[in-house]
């Protein structure tokens, strides 16, 4: 699994980042049938989730970042993305992605920190 950020350090507050994940080992009728989430962990915090996305594009977001981060897929690539606008400083941790597969298999990125900070 790759976990990148479009850009490395830190955020000032309201700035936007996006954030990938690819999933190059997987073949495309997994993918395709996979739930797509993004999870995070703030510092001495538990890791929540952040963003889904199901096999039909349907998308579910924590109410913390409703509005302000848009997560979407690419099968063909296989890969998914977290689009985050608005960043707040309490966005701050690190961000994992993870694919669940239609047999119940987990597929975890190795995370990336994202830190926001005027």
């Known amino acids: 699994v790759q976990l990148q950020a479009s850009r490395r350090g830190l955020v000032q507050p309201g700035g936007s980042l996006r954030l990938s994940c690819k999933f190059p080992?997987?073949?495309?009728?997994?993918?395709?049938?996979?739930?797509l989430s993004w999870y995070r962990q703030g510092s001495g915090e538990q890791r929540e989730l952040v963003a889904t996305?199901?096999?039909?594009?349907?998308?579910n977001y924590a109410e913390s970042v409703q509005g302000r981060f848009t997560i979407s897929r690419d099968n063909a690539k296989r890969s998914m993305y977290l689009h985050m606008n608005g960043l707040k400083p309490e966005d701050t941790g690190v961000y994992y992605c993870?694919?669940?597969?239609?047999?119940?298999?987990?597929?975890w990125g190795q995370g990336t920190l994202v830190t926001v900070s005027s």
């Open positions: 996305v199901d096999p039909n594009r349907n998308s």
């Open positions: 080992r997987m073949i495309l009728s997994t993918i395709s049938g996979s739930t």
């Open positions: 993870k694919a669940l597969t239609y047999g119940a298999q987990e597929y």
